[in-house]
């Protein structure tokens, strides 16, 4: 008898299973002597380092000294990356679907992220050790929606099984279907549920 396979389930990490307010450190960057918070918004946004960083072309130090030269902060390295990570909320009602997934899926993460928010992550919550495989940015380098972190995810998976992604962001969901993913944008956890339940795993 043909081995069935077990689907997999990938997950973003931010907007998804997190929630983040990058907002409210840009608040304490100006509070400590850096430019308004509507100018560190968009230089997180839009600015060059942020995404060095995320795909793993600066370190956390060089990512600080430049992020805070960039806003006119000063700051120490310990306070940078305090502030850099107070920007998380678990999502509960998403984060407490993956056991019940687990037992009928593969779970994988699939994140644009850098090693100072996954370090805060993996200490202050305890869903990551629930996913067998992770596909982080700033290891592999290359960040959404760059097709080559869509083909890592699909190579992860055994040809054949059915795969599932969910994305809060809707540029990224199109680069991953584009991609030959089959996947879904995240707008609250009872569409999640729907989503999961269709597919076969809740």
């Not at 960040?143 to 699909?154: D, H, M, N, T, V």
Request: proline share 3%; glycine share 6%.
């Amino acid at each position: 008898m043909a081995r069935i396979e077990r689907p997999t389930v990938i997950f973003d990490l931010g907007g998804v299973l997190v929630g983040v307010d990058f907002v409210r450190a840009c608040k304490r960057l100006e509070a400590a002597g850096g430019a308004a918070a509507a100018v560190v918004y968009e230089t997180i946004a839009n600015g060059p380092d942020k995404q060095a960083f995320d795909t793993g072309r600066l370190s956390p130090q060089q990512f600080a000294a430049r992020f805070c030269a960039s806003i006119g902060a000063h700051v120490s390295y310990a306070d940078f990356a305090d502030i850099w990570c107070d920007i998380f909320a678990e999502q509960r009602e998403v984060t407490g679907l993956l056991d019940r997934i687990a037992t009928k899926a593969d779970l994988v993460l699939l994140s644009n992220t850098d090693p100072l928010h996954l370090a805060y992550v993996r200490k202050h919550y305890d869903f990551l050790p629930k996913f067998g495989r992770m596909l982080l940015s700033y290891e592999v380098g290359y960040a959404k929606p760059a097709r080559q972190i869509f083909e890592r995810a699909l190579a992860l998976c055994t040809p054949g099984a059915r795969m599932i992604y969910f994305d809060d962001v809707v540029e990224y969901v199109a680069a991953a279907r584009a991609c030959g993913l089959h996947a879904e944008q995240f707008v609250d956890a009872v569409k999640l549920r729907r989503d999961l339940e269709r597919f076969g795993v809740l």
